[in-house]
Structures are given as structure tokens and as C-alpha cells.
């Protein structure tokens, strides 16, 4: 007779499934819920801290001090603040904390939780708020691990059970971060496949945390998409060899950008070892000029991506966003400062994206794809090429902006730009953070001089970026958009006002998140639009196209908002909400062409702000806002 199979080894996960797999379950789902809520309040902080930067820059245009060195002062003084914070309280709040987490879960270094909930949550909300190209996404990644490690303490889980609880606040960090539980578990499954246990209690748990936090952020910031595009048809079949071009593209400059990251973090920890104050200042000092005479090359990058997808930008002033982006994001992120790249990265992909179709354009003239269609490609496939996670960038990007009938254009540009960065010899970036963070700085000869060639370059990027924003610059075989005046088509005064419309587009979430949550959120009292008409009186089916100013939840704040900066009689809002958001609109054109050349004539303060050129709902109806 056979003798009866020895039992196996009990591991840890098995112990969760077979006697504790509720109490797992209740702390996961509290470490969800915890992540939803301090991630909310980052998010909700960072969006107060981009109003006070508008207010300041509206205020400081009639102030009796020059604004720019107002802002370079204050950008000194904040990043200098939030780098003594990392520096003397918890050094592994660095950076973007993803990577940290990989290390913890590793068995690596360990989670002092006590110190870096406050300083990772105080220091990031002052260098992500401050405007440095950095994203929110890497400090709710690790606040959530650190959330994770307190209630694994506090319940006295076993050691296996509290890094699972780690990775399980860390998938509830970036669910909150995007709003995008979906990416966030497969973010899980694919970055941290060689870092995570799997079992059924492990994944159980961090789905649950990934919904619950979504539940807790969504009821306090609002739900939907973070950056909603909708009715987009698919690519055409004939079309999609284009995205495997602009895959291959995009593959190259995901190579390019690590190794400009890397290189970056190299310099600038050689510096901090006897002068990271004096870094600090310095960046800040160059932050509040950015801030000053280029804005959309500095902060995180949301509302330039929703800028990009709704208004064409010429090609030449994309390129050279592009690289003036690529320069403010590796520098910001080298100073080791808190903050992520999920954001930056997305709004380089877009900016790329965005480029091509301008480019496709010219080279095949009357190509019938949508505008926005090979920026939403892009922003997934630069994140795959980067973070060699081709799935979370599918899906991030598909629950970012609801684009799922772009499903195979996505895959398809993010596979090839991952196979072309694995051929280009390229590794994914959070393996490199993670070896690089662990050697010794090595000494760079002639460093000054780079850094010194590097803001040279910045420099004249920004130049040049401003005259080809003017118009002085042309791409090789473009032509110029004409620049006629607005043109104002009156309606008799017993007459509604009505527009017709596609309804497309309504208010996007993050953009009245980001936007709208106070009455004044984009004009200096003298950025007085004089030429733009009065928008309530036009005549049906005319006056397809408005200039977005601000979108508030209470209407009735729109009226000491038009009081307040001199604008009465000029802006109208639609009667019933979209999304619960009430829009200030500005001007009526029957071309988006004169829109756009409208917008770029509103003075500068109201268009460093990025005011949108937006399309009404079919049946929608203005009211005057008086």
C-alpha cells in the first residue's frame, strides 16, 4: 500500500487563504480607502497650488515689482525648503518613490513610514506645486506604500503579509493618481512581477484596494476620465502602418529620454554632495523665470496635454515644446526632488504625437485621421518605451482618455516603440533608477561647463519657441493660418441664443478640476479681451467656436468673475451644466481658424494661462452672464 503524500510547505499566503483571508482582506480595503484619501488631498492641493501660481502671475502683471523676479524668488525659496525636508528628514522621499517601493519589496532597505508620510506628502506638494516638470503620480505611489506599511504594523501582519499590504497601497496610490484602477492592477502584474507574491489573496487584495480608492477619490475630486476624448472613430486599416512609423519614433526617443534622465541624476548628485541648497535655489530661480515667460514648458503637464488634443498647434512650435520639455523634465526630476514622470512622460508623448500628425499632414496632404488621434498613440507608447510596460500603457492611456475605439492604434504604437527601445539596447527606466540609486556618485569632468551648455540650450529653445509662437517661424512647406478679426454675428434682441454644435467635447474633468474651482481662475484685471464680442448674441447654426476662460460648479459665481476683471456683457455659459461644470465663454467665430487666431490675440497674462478653443453641444443654449 502507497504511503499517503507528505503535506507541503505552508507559505505565508497559504496561512492568509486558509485562516485570515477576511482580516487580510479588511486591511487591504483600509489601506485602499487611505490611499483614496491622501492621494485626493495631493491632488486636491496640487490643483490649489496651480490657481495660487495663475493668481500670482495675474497679480504680479500690474504689480509695482517685476514679476519675473518675484516668481525666481519665490521658486528659490520653496525648492530650497522642500530639498532641506528630504534632506534632513527622509532622503528615500527623493524622486519619484516607485522604485523605492521595488527596492522595499525586494527586501532591499526598509519603510520608515513615520517619516516619509510627512515629508513625501509636505515636500512633494511644494516641489510638484511649485510648477517643476514632475508628476503627482510617484508620491501617491509612495504614500500608499507607506500607508500600506502602517496598517501592516498596526495589525501585526507577518513579514510577507506587510510587503504585500506595500504593494498593495502602492497599486492604490497610482489608481488615485489617474483615477485608473484598471492600469493600476496591471501595473502591478507588470512592473512588479519580480518584486510581487502572487496568490489569490494578494491579487484579491489589490484589486479591492485599487476600486476602494477610487471610490474615495472619485467622491471627493469627481469621476470620469482624467482626460476625457470622446466620439473618436477608429483608425482606418489603411492608416495603421502610420502607427507602427510613429511607434518606431517614439521607441528612439524613449531610449533617449532614460539616458538624458540618467545622465541628469548623475550630475546633480554630484553637485548635492557640497551644494544641494544651492541647486535647489538655482532651479527654483529658473522655475519662476519658466513660470514667468513660458508656463506651459513647466508643470506637470495635464493641462497642456488637454490644450494640445483640443487645439492644433503649428509644427515647429511642437518641436520645440518637445525639447524644451525633455530638457525641464530631466533637470527637475535630476535635482531629486519629490515627484513622478507618469505625467511628465504623457505630455511628452503628446507633444511627439501631436508633431507627427502636424508632419503627416504636410507629407500626405487630405490624410483623414482625427486630430488627437496619433497625440493619444504616442502618450501611451512613450510610457511603454520607457517604463518597458506595454500593457499599463495601454490600458493608462485607454482610461485616461476613454479613447477604447483607439484600442488597436495603441497597441500597436506602444508594441513597436517597446520592441524598437529593446533593440536600441534601451532598459526599463525603474531598473535603472533602482541600480543607479545604489552606486556611489562617480566624478564628471568639466560638469560645470554641461550644466552651463545645458541652459544655454534651454535658453535658446524658449527663444525660439516664442517667435515661432509669433508666427515668424514657419515649418518647410507649411503655410500660415490666416489671422482675421473676430467676427461678431448679431442676432435680434428678441431672439435666443443658440449654437449649433458637435457635442463632442464637452467640459473635460480635469480641465474643470485643474481650471474651475474657485470664480476667478484665469484673468488679470487688464487682460480685457476688447475686441472679442459680446458671445450671448449670435444667430442659430453661426458662431460654432468660443474661447474657454474658466468653469465653476455655481453659476452664480460667473458674474463677480466677469464683474471683477471688466469683462461684463462679453461672457456667456451654457444653461445646463456639463458634467456639473458651468463654462466662461468668451468671443463666437464660425471657423476654428479664427478662434484660434483670436485666442492668440488675448493679452498675454489670459494666454500664458492656456484659455482653450472649445466646440458647443448641438442643442445647447447660451445665457448671457450679466
Not at 514679476?67 to 519619484?96: D, N, Q
Amino acid at each position: 500500500m502507497d504511503d499517503p503524500p507528505s503535506p507541503r510547505p505552508v507559505s505565508p499566503d497559504c496561512v492568509v487563504r486558509q485562516g485570515a483571508l477576511g482580516r487580510f482582506l479588511v486591511a487591504a480595503a483600509l489601506v485602499g480607502a487611505f490611499a483614496g484619501l491622501v492621494g485626493a488631498a495631493f491632488h486636491a492641493l496640487l490643483d490649489e497650488a496651480q490657481r495660487g501660481r495663475d493668481l500670482l502671475h495675474a497679480v504680479l502683471a500690474d504689480g509695482p515689482l517685476p514679476g519675473w523676479l518675484v516668481l525666481m524668488a519665490l521658486g528659490a525659496m520653496v525648492l530650497t525648503l522642500a530639498m532641506w525636508m528630504v534632506r534632513r528628514f527622509a532622503p528615500e522621499a527623493a524622486g519619484s518613490g516607485i522604485q523605492e517601493v521595488e527596492a522595499i519589496l525586494d527586501g532591499r532597505r526598509d519603510l520608515r513610514w513615520q517619516r516619509v508620510l510627512p515629508t513625501k506628502f509636505i515636500a512633494g506638494v511644494l516641489a510638484v506645486g511649485s510648477g517643476l516638470v514632475l508628476g503627482r503620480e510617484g508620491p501617491t505611489v509612495h504614500l500608499g506604500g507607506a500607508l500600506g506599511k502602517l496598517v501592516a504594523v498596526a495589525g501585526r501582519f507577518s513579514a510577507a503579509q506587510g510587503r504585500t499590504l506595500i504593494a498593495v497601497g502602492a497599486a492604490a496610490g497610482l489608481a488615485t493618481a489617474f483615477n485608473a484602477p484598471l492600469a493600476a492592477i496591471v501595473f502591478v502584474t507588470e512592473e512588479l512581477r519580480e518584486h510581487f507574491a502572487y496568490s489569490f489573496a494578494s491579487i484579491q487584495a489589490v484589486i479591492l484596494a485599487c476600486c476602494l480608492a477610487v471610490i474615495v477619490s472619485g467622491s471627493l475630486l469627481g469621476q470620469g476620465p482624467a482626460l476625457p476624448i470622446q466620439d473618436l472613430d477608429p483608425a482606418p486599416l489603411a492608416a495603421l502602418p502610420a502607427f507602427v512609423v510613429l511607434g518606431l519614433l517614439i521607441g528612439a526617443l524613449g531610449v533617449l529620454f532614460n539616458r538624458l534622465l540618467l545622465g541628469s541624476l548623475r550630475r546633480f548628485r554630484l553637485l548635492q554632495l557640497d551644494h544641494a541648497y544651492l541647486v535647489a535655489a538655482a532651479l527654483g530661480l529658473a522655475l519662476g523665470a519658466l513660470l514667468w515667460w513660458m508656463p506651459q514648458a513647466v508643470g506637470g503637464g495635464e493641462t497642456l496635454v488637454e490644450s494640445l488634443l483640443q487645439s492644433p498647434v503649428g509644427p515647429w512650435s511642437l518641436v520645440l515644446l518637445l525639447a524644451i520639455r525633455l530638457l525641464t523634465t530631466v533637470g527637475s526630476y535630476g535635482a531629486g526632488l519629490p515627484g513622478g514622470i507618469f505625467a511628465p512622460l504623457l505630455a511628452l508623448g503628446t507633444i511627439a504625437g501631436a508633431a507627427f500628425d502636424r508632419l503627416a499632414g504636410i507629407l500626405v496632404p487630405g490624410y483623414a485621421l482625427a486630430p488627437g488621434v496619433f497625440a493619444v498613440a504616442a502618450m501611451g507608447a512613450l510610457f511603454a518605451a520607457t517604463v518597458r510596460a506595454p500593457l499599463t500603457g495601454i490600458v493608462l492611456v485607454i482610461e485616461l482618455t476613454g479613447a477604447l475605439p483607439l484600442g488597436l492604434p495603441i497597441i500597436l504604437t506602444c508594441i513597436s516603440a517597446t520592441f524598437t527601445a529593446e533593440c536600441l539596447g534601451g532598459q526599463p527606466i525603474y531598473s535603472q533608477l533602482l541600480a543607479q540609486g545604489e552606486r556611489p556618485p562617480v566624478a564628471l569632468s568639466r560638469l560645470g561647463w554641461r550644466l552651463a551648455l545645458a541652459g544655454l540650450i534651454l535658453a535658446a529653445l524658449v527663444i525660439l519657441h516664442q517667435i515661432a509662437d509669433h508666427g515668424a517661424l514657419r515649418w518647410p512647406g507649411g503655410e500660415s493660418v490666416p489671422v482675421p478679426a473676430p467676427i461678431a454675428v448679431h442676432a435680434p434682441a428678441d431672439r435666443p441664443a443658440t449654437a449649433v454644435v458637435d457635442e463632442a467635447r464637452p467640459v473635460p474633468a480635469s480641465v474643470a478640476a485643474a481650471q474651475g474651482r474657485a470664480d476667478e481662475r484665469r484673468l488679470a484685471p487688464t487682460d480685457t479681451p476688447a475686441e472679442a464680442p459680446a458671445p450671448s448674441s449670435v444667430v442659430p447654426d453661426q458662431g460654432r467656436y468660443v474661447i474657454q476662460l474658466v468653469s465653476v460648479r455655481d453659476p452664480a459665481r460667473l458674474a463677480p468673475f466677469a464683474r471683477r476683471f471688466g469683462i461684463e456683457g462679453q461672457v456667456s455659459t451654457l444653461e445646463s451644466a456639463s458634467g456639473g461644470w458651468y463654462p466662461a465663454l468668451l468671443g463666437r467665430y464660425p471657423t476654428r481658424a479664427q478662434a484660434l487666431a483670436a485666442r492668440a490675440r488675448l493679452p498675454a497674462g489670459l494666454r500664458a494661462r492656456g484659455p482653450i478653443v472649445r466646440t458647443l453641444p448641438t442643442d445647447a443654449r447660451l445665457v448671457p452672464v450679466p
